[in-house]
């Protein structure tokens, strides 16, 4: 079992040190859903939501998301994206949209918070758009699909 390594010698939080880590192409997938009623769906694939276009602004949102994931997450470092980008798919026969967020970095440590960030806000972003009309929408199944690089080496979900 791999050590917990964001913790002191007095079991207090402790940011890890990157420093001596080399600078490499890095690179993490991450992926989630939101669920929601038939007609809301239709509405947002229309674009006829009164706040706007609501995968726009999700997009948008998500990216601005994993530029700040440092800023949310207490124990993430800041980390120099140099890519940020997020796909939809929308799935009419069960009623979601799927999300997709790719991060990249050249650097010292890994984007997984960044994409799991970028998925879960852009989620955020389109329920607080629609939850005028629809508030028994479902934000579920984030996870990481994949990420490329570091110490630790390549990963991508086995399902």
Known sequence: ???LTHFNEEGRAKMVDVGVKLNTKREAIA???IYMDTKTLNRVINKDIQ???VLAVAQVAGIMAAKNTSQLVPMCHHINITGANIHFNIDEQN???DIKAIISTTGKTGVE???LTAVSI?????YDMCKVID???KIS???VLKKVGGKSGDYEIQE
Do not use: F, P, R, V
């Open 51 to 53: 706040k706007g276009d």
């Open 31 to 33: 992926q989630g859903s």
């Open 95 to 97: 009623s979601k949209i």
């Open 1 to 3: 079992m791999d050590e």
């Open 122 to 126: 852009a989620a955020l972003t389109i």
């Open 141 to 143: 199944e984030i996870k």
């Open 135 to 137: 508030k028994s929408m």
């Open 113 to 115: 918070i960044e994409a």
